[in-house]
């Protein structure tokens, strides 16, 4: 019988909650009326509440109520103070089923997602609300970047633009996807060439500019500017082109008709030389092609690019093959994966590291050819139009912390060098000429320069000899 009664009075105060006016948009329902005795406290408890929404509401006297916000459960007044509080006087509010995105003037209905640049935006239920959920990662093509800038081009010495490659593309996937290089500072170990004659090394101080595409013996021998994709090799294949190079510039031999595969490289090398299409090691990519060679472009042809990934190694060499190659002869017949029968196979000497000073470098690509350099890349980078690149500057990061300590690591080829004067016609703003891999929509024609010795692009300059057997010769040569 006790119990029947304590029912009733339950059912009755549930009936007298629903005359509480907590707020228009409350959605009535019992809180102090439901609570075990005490129902309400007399003194001020924090154990007397009860769970409303994702937090809790209290029924103590001294809950506060105010015009914006409140703590006291939305029956309080009837329940604790006896008092009849009218319903709302209008329904709450539901959800419009539509969101307004005041960047395009558009309506969009709910459960409809787009894209903003590079961010995914979805209307959304919020409470009783509809509004627009947006991603808020940074963007490549940055408006308030560019325009940054480009305000700031006559101190900072190069402009910057939109590139369409980008559309849609995050900083931290470009960083993972358009570069590839991952850092191995034990380059900085490897044996260093030293100069054939020290009065050219020394003289490379009075010569501020060379380009050696515009060597007249050399017309048509050094690559042309290549499009890695969306798959981070720039490791590979800055290491694949630097060699062709320097193989077309060995007198007497055969240098290759097709651009050397890096596809070659790219499936075929330990698994420890990389990792996927977010990068790989510059020594791996040297030590395969000196220990295995590698394939021209038409046998093993580039496919990462476009599918984002790299496959098995579809090209195997048999022992006597892996002989020849230990005895620096020609590997002949080889099964190429594309089927073709004009698919050829080069060998290399090893690599070696150019000492890190500009003296160094310029002795190097004057007597011996391109050489494979890393720089550090920041967001910056991807909307090089024209001028000489430098690192940072701008000072955009630290308006916008967001954009600070976001970089990775990029492989291109150094082809010469170059200056810019002043009234007296002393050289300024010295710079190198580099070969990038984005294509020749990128930059200049696909080429940029860079100031001497910024981001960090002198630090690991790697070279290699044309050819095994001409390394031999020279050894003997000097014996």
Same mark, same amino acid.
């Given at each position: ?10 059912? /009755? ?42 937090? $809790? ?24 103070? #006896? ?22 003037? *558009? ?8 894209? $903003? ?13 509809? @509004? ?5 990662? &940074? ?16 101190? &900072? ?11 849609? =593309? ?19 170990? %490897? ?12 003289? %490379? ?16 021998? /050094? *690559?042309?500017? $290549? ?34 595969? +890096? ?15 977010? #990068?790989? *090691? ?86 011996? #050819?391109? +050489?494979?350099?890393? %720089? ?11 001028? =000489? ?8 990061? *630290? ?60 630090? @690991? ?19």
């Amino acid at each position: 019988m006790t119990r029947i009664f304590f029912f009733v009075n339950i059912l /009755i105060l549930l009936l007298n909650a629903t005359n509480a006016r907590y707020a228009e948009w409350e959605e009535l329902k019992p809180y102090c009326s439901v609570r075990p005795h005490p129902q309400c406290c007399a003194s001020r408890d924090d154990d007397c509440f009860m769970p409303y929404y994702d937090s $809790r509401c209290y029924c103590d006297v001294f809950c506060f109520r105010g015009i914006d916000n409140h703590d006291c459960c939305p029956d309080h007044d009837s329940v604790c103070k #006896g008092e009849n509080v009218s319903l709302p006087t209008t329904p709450a509010p539901q959800p419009t089923g539509t969101c307004y995105d005041p960047s395009t003037n *558009r309506q969009y209905s709910l459960g409809e997602s787009f894209r $903003r640049d590079c961010n995914l935006c979805r209307c959304i239920t919020l409470g009783f609300e509809t @509004t627009l959920s947006c991603e808020e990662d &940074l963007c490549v093509n940055n408006d308030e970047l560019i325009s940054h800038i480009n305000q700031q081009q006559q101190y &900072l010495g190069y402009k910057v633009r939109k590139y369409d490659k980008f559309n849609g =593309v995050k900083v931290k996937d470009a960083l993972n996807q358009y570069l590839g290089t991952i850092p191995d500072r034990s380059l900085r170990t %490897m044996v260093d060439n030293a100069p054939d004659n020290p009065t050219d090394y020394y003289g %490379m101080d009075d010569v501020h500019a060379y380009d050696i595409r515009s060597n007249v013996s050399l017309v048509g021998k /050094i *690559r042309g500017v $290549r499009d890695q994709g969306k798959c981070g090799i720039s490791w590979a294949l800055s290491t694949v082109d630097v060699a062709a190079d320097r193989l077309s510039l060995v007198h007497n031999i055969k240098s290759p008709k097709e651009p050397l595969s +890096v596809q070659n490289i790219l499936s075929c090398t330990d698994k420890a030389a990389k990792d996927g299409c977010q #990068g790989g *090691r510059v020594a791996y990519a040297w030590g395969f092609i000196k220990d295995r060679g590698v394939v021209t472009e038409n046998c093993y042809p580039y496919e990462s690019g476009q599918t984002g990934h790299i496959d098995e190694c579809k090209l195997h060499l048999s022992d006597a093959d892996l002989q020849n190659i230990a005895q620096h002869r020609k590997v002949t017949n080889i099964q190429c994966p594309s089927n073709t029968k004009d698919g050829e196979h080069f060998n290399f000497g090893p690599a070696y590291r150019v000492r890190d000073e500009v003296r160094s470098i310029k002795y190097e690509i004057r007597f011996r #050819g391109p +050489v494979q350099a890393t %720089m550090r890349v920041t967001p910056e980078f991807f909307l090089y139009d024209s001028g =000489v690149y430098r690192c940072g500057g701008s000072n955009f990061e *630290r308006q916008n912390p967001r954009y600070a300590n976001l970089a990775a690591y990029h492989s291109i080829r150094l082809l010469g060098w170059g200056a810019n004067y002043d009234q007296q016609g002393q050289p300024k703003d010295q710079y190198w000429i580099v070969a990038n891999s984005w294509g020749t929509g990128w930059g200049t024609s696909g080429y940029f320069h860079i100031g001497f010795g910024e981001c960090e692009i002198q630090e @690991t300059v790697i070279a290699t000899y044309g050819k095994s057997t001409e390394v031999l010769k020279k050894k003997s040569r000097r014996q």
